[in-house]
């Protein structure tokens, strides 16, 4: 278990560190601009070199919603943290159901069986709820379909929004079925920790 823990950590604060630098190689690209330093210098080259895959996607979706692209790098900056985060939700969920299944495994108690198969749908469950997630987030900042990652989350996140789409009417310009679709997966989590996960430990970090 302990290696477990230690190995969430370590992708938490490789993220971060990754999300540090990032925004930091951002931040210095901004100031370098504002500054008019020569474009053709070591500086400025190597700084458009490293930022300009994240930038140019972001201008272009704004440049495509009609903003401002001068906006982009604030815009960055926040799906960077946001990218990072549900990295660390997603690690955090298949860790955390290994570690589920290592503790019923290692207690040797009669309803061990059962609760390896509610470590399992609780994991599968959590997943299911950040692939949701970051289905929405994707169509928020115009992802094409085209993206293998968009296509693969709609193909398994449409069997649940499909048929709440369909069922309940949108209010006015708003879909309220993916939080129709949260609270079913929030209350199958909670059924799960009730039933098959009763009297183990839910989460273990």
Known sequence: MLVIQ?????????VTAVIVAAIVLIVMRSVVNYMDV????????????????VLAPVRAVLRGSRLDPKVAPFIAVILIIV????????VGSVLNTIAGIIHAVSNRQLGA?????G???????????LAMFIRIIFSWVGMSYANRLVRFLFIITEPLLGPLRRTIPPM???DVSPIVAFI??????????????RGWPVEFF
Do not use: D, Q
């Open 6 to 14: 230690s190995l969430f950590l370590f992708v938490t604060w490789g």
């Open 38 to 53: 020569n474009p053709f210098s070591w500086l400025a080259v190597n700084l458009r070199r490293s930022t300009e895959p």
């Open 83 to 90: 990218a990072g985060y549900l990295v660390v939700l997603v």
């Open 113 to 117: 069986p059962v609760a390896i198969i």
């Open 119 to 129: 470590y399992l749908v609780f994991g599968f469950l959590s997943l299911y709820t």
């Open 172 to 174: 006015g310009m708003f």
């Open 184 to 197: 079913i997966l929030w209350l199958c989590k909670a059924a799960v920790a009730g039933t098959l996960l």
